[in-house]
């Protein structure tokens, strides 16, 4: 009976173990989320899985092209996290002009949105603490150009790493 003790003691023991770095890692480093629409494509497709990297970011600053995930700044009047791409930096004037993004007055290559958005959006400069974000889809994206600026402390991290469906898997790179 002592053996199947020390045998239940260590398995116990390696399960809590086990339990508190998963819990350790989700809370404080990397975390799985998948997508719930349209506002990413053609990037990302509903139902795609990613890993999002919830601590280096915040050691190397974000760029723009990082695909973020943040809770929703209370002008968006949702509830949920969302997930867009940053666009503008703290302190860049951003414009969008006959479907054309500007930042400080240069024209944005955009080579990973499939169309051009249909409406514009008047010069305005970014904050210190805060991004502007947009949704690759941009005919299809509720972002700052309806709810303003992004608090860089609602972000909860990058996409780095697109892990379903088996056939797309990859690491997500800014652009």
Do not use: C
């Not at 809370?27 to 799985?32: F, P």
């Not at 941009?138 to 991290?157: A, H, K, M, V």
């Amino acid at each position: 009976m002592s053996e199947l003790k020390r045998f239940l003691r260590e398995w116990v023991g390696i399960l809590v173990i086990a339990v508190v770095l998963s819990l350790v890692v989700r809370t404080y480093i990397a975390e799985a989320r998948w997508i719930p629409s349209e506002s990413m494509l053609p990037t990302l497709k509903i139902g795609d899985h990613l890993i999002i990297d919830k601590a280096y970011f915040k050691l190397s600053g974000l760029h723009r092209g990082d695909i973020v995930v943040f809770k929703a700044p209370p002008s968006a009047q949702k509830e949920e996290d969302l997930i867009k791409r940053v666009i503008g930096l703290p302190g860049e004037k951003i414009a969008v002009k006959d479907g054309v993004v500007y930042i400080n007055d240069q024209e944005l290559s955009e080579s990973y949105i499939a169309e051009k958005p249909n409406t514009d959006f008047a010069a305005i400069t970014i904050p210190e603490d805060k991004v502007f974000v947009m949704g690759d889809n941009r005919n299809n994206s509720y972002d700052s150009r309806f709810w303003g600026t992004l608090p860089i402390e609602n972000i909860i991290g990058k996409a780095v790493f697109l892990y379903y469906p088996f056939k797309d898997v990859g690491v997500l790179l800014s652009e």
